[in-house]
């Protein structure tokens, strides 16, 4: 099985401290950018979990499982690797966790567009000839090539975006770099 890797994207804007408090800065929009990681070391059905309480008494407090009658059984609980597994990564990094502050590798939105979901992404991430695409982006105008770079008008909806990085093995390098820039 090849690795499952997520990154978790976020809506940030940028503040500033005045009279103690936190405030948007005026004339700064809203951004996406990449919080935090996970690498799956093991999927769990919710069914699972609620039949084998006792082994699992971690995640009974996982929101998938706050109200059991709603519950649902399609639901998933993702478990995170000890330490990140990622070839040609030379540093101890947990399986999951958060980017402590932000840097521009970790921004996704595009910084000449109005819109928030316009992506800034490497050309290598341009979907072309049979590969298969970023999931609930299959519409081919969604994605303008550029020379440099991929400009993607991401979908409103969608809690994950997946991509087979077997059609894309050079997204495996950029997520390394963005460790080697963004952990220390």
Avoid: C
């Amino acid at each position: 099985m090849k690795e499952i890797f997520l990154f978790f994207f976020g809506l940030f804007r940028e503040v500033e401290k005045d009279n103690g408090r936190f405030k948007y800065i005026k004339d700064q929009k809203p951004i996406h950018v990449i919080f935090g990681w996970l690498q799956i070391d093991k999927i769990l059905k919710v069914d699972e979990i609620l039949k084998n309480k006792n082994h699992y008494k971690w995640a009974l407090s996982h929101p998938h499982l706050q109200d059991r009658e709603k519950a649902f059984s399609k639901n998933t609980t993702y478990v995170g690797k000890d330490k990140l597994n990622l070839d040609g990564l030379n540093k101890d990094i947990p399986g999951a966790g958060y980017f402590k502050k932000f840097d521009k590798s970790l921004q996704l939105t595009d910084n000449n567009s109005d819109k928030v979901s316009y992506w800034n992404l490497p050309n290598f991430f341009y979907p072309e000839r049979d590969r298969k695409l970023l999931t609930y982006h299959k519409n081919m105008s969604r994605w303008e090539k550029h020379n440099d770079y991929v400009l993607l008008k991401t979908v409103g909806r969608g809690q994950e975006f997946v991509l087979d990085t077997n059609y894309y093995p050079k997204t495996i390098g950029w997520t390394k770099d963005i460790f080697e820039k963004n952990i220390t």
